[in-house]
């Protein structure tokens, strides 16, 4: 399985942007990149989802680099309700999910 | 309510007890998983079934059964309980993949933590 690789941690201040990296050189055709969130106590959320093109939804944004071997999932303004585990994963169809270690979103207020 | 819910939210049991987690859904999918979690680690798949007639092994199978009860109910045993077992476990649902484009995306709760002593 393709994987990825992500900083274990980042910090960020309340109200700024913040863009969170994530690299998958050996990403297939078909792999699509998934992100998740897991904030403390609680069960893995979605996120947004992409193949080629940048993405956008009302939780996030997601850039895809053109050679897709990176992506980076943009939170336009963080809030402390932001803080949690953020994990890139890629999928390919009838595939599963296959988490990693994730990247630690610490908010300062 | 919760969509998916898991009982029982905590549970302390001692090795060799056989336990069963329990997971129920409202949404209405047809594909349900278990997966469970260790301290500072992702989630890692040790079963899911795609519909009530089909059960398959994940990543970390060993140790685990699972029954789908009906299409709103997935159970996870541990027929004789270890301490390495101890972890949080989480239930997901998601829809079936209408195509290669589709990729549903998966819908967590809010997971059993078990303690085996």
């Known amino acids: 399985d393709a994987k990825t690789t992500q900083p274990n941690s980042m910090e960020s201040n309340e109200e700024e942007p913040v863009h969170l990296p994530c690299n998958h050189s050996?990403?297939?055709?078909?792999?699509?990149i998934h992100w998740y969130r897991q904030l403390p106590s609680q069960g893995p959320e979605y996120v947004i989802h992409?193949?080629?093109s940048n993405v956008n939804n009302r939780m996030a944004s997601l850039a895809i680099a053109e050679d897709r071997k990176s992506s980076t999932l943009i939170l336009h303004r963080a809030t402390l309700r932001d803080a949690a585990v953020y994990y890139c994963?890629?999928?390919?169809?009838?595939?599963?999910?296959?988490f990693g270690g994730g990247t630690r979103l610490m908010v300062k207020p | 309510d919760a969509d998916v819910t898991q009982t029982p939210r905590n549970r302390i049991t001692k090795t060799g007890k056989r336990i069963m987690l329990e997971c129920s859904q409202t949404k209405g999918h047809d594909r349900m998983y278990w997966y469970r979690q260790d301290p500072g680690l992702g989630l890692r798949l040790i079963y899911y079934s795609f519909d009530v007639k089909d059960i398959n092994k994940g990543e970390i199978s060993d140790g685990y059964s699972v029954s789908r009860q009906a299409q709103a109910k997935f159970s996870l045993s541990l027929e004789s309980a270890i301490p390495n077992q101890t972890a949080l476990y989480f239930c997901a649902t998601s829809d079936s993949d209408r195509d290669d484009r589709s990729m549903e995306p998966q819908h967590f709760g809010d997971g059993t933590r078990l303690s085996i002593l």
């Open positions: 050996t990403i297939s055709g078909t792999d699509y």
């Open positions: 992409g193949l080629t």
């Open positions: 994963i890629l999928r390919n169809a009838g595939n599963m999910l296959t």
